[in-house]
């Protein structure tokens, strides 16, 4: 298996709270991503990043931010958690493109009360 | 704007016989394309790609096919396993750019 985790696994939280996921690699890949999976709505990428301190927003960036500051760490914040965002997030890297395969993580179920 | 479509959320074949998996596109700048698998409780896992300049690529029971006039693609499984049994996304890429997504689909085989 290739070497992507994500922290939590499960969290629940409440309105109002800041929430923050954890990506850890330890392929050196340089691309990293953040997803949420919605029924009905697939994968929507929330934000990327194409190296250290150089990320982007994706279609669903809207009350997310992130941080790398580190290659193997790709960090997913929540600043004011809503129950819209009740959903599952997956983490994936990819090494030298956006073309190469995408590894993705276990995933985390973050539910928003 | 949803630029990768998977029309069907579900679809169910009995084990042996072919499963046809279906993904439409409207940017015809997109020159890569991808088929992920999902089981519950993981992450996805790739399955299959294909270049624009290629119309099919197959890797063991799975073939990917591209008409790229239609901006369609499908994926093929043949025979079809209980094992098969996951969502499928689609995937499409413009060149140095994230990758797009659709829905997915559900496929069961029955045994």
């Known amino acids: 298996d290739a070497g992507i985790t994500q922290s939590p696994r499960h969290k629940v939280t409440e309105t109002g709270t800041p929430v923050t996921l954890r990506c850890h690699q330890t392929e050196n890949h340089r691309y990293m991503y953040w997803y949420r999976q919605d029924p009905g709505h697939g994968l929507r990428l929330i934000h990327y990043s194409y190296g250290v301190k150089d990320t982007d927003k994706g279609e669903v960036s809207d009350g997310y931010s992130v941080s790398r500051s580190k290659t193997e760490d790709f960090l997913l914040t929540l600043e004011s958690a809503t129950s819209s965002q009740t959903s599952v997030y997956f983490c994936?890297?990819?090494?030298?493109?956006?073309?190469?395969?995408?590894?993705f993580g276990p995933g985390t179920r973050l539910t928003v009360l | 704007d949803q630029q990768v479509k998977q029309n069907s959320p579900s679809l169910s074949v009995q084990e042996g016989r072919i499963s046809i998996l279906n993904c439409d596109y409207t940017n015809s700048m997109f020159d890569y394309f991808l088929w992920y698998k999902k089981y519950p409780a993981e992450g996805p896992t790739f399955l299959i790609s294909i270049s624009s300049i290629k119309d099919k690529n197959e890797d063991g029971r799975f073939t990917v096919f591209l008409n790229k006039s239609a901006k369609h693609l499908s994926l093929h499984i043949v025979p079809s396993q209980p094992g098969d049994s996951a969502v499928y996304f689609c995937?499409?890429?413009?060149?140095?750019?994230?990758?797009?997504f659709g829905k997915g689909t559900r496929l069961s085989v029955i045994a």
């Open positions: 995937a499409a890429s413009e060149r140095n750019t994230p990758l797009v």
């Open positions: 994936a890297m990819s090494g030298t493109s956006y073309t190469d395969t995408q590894y």
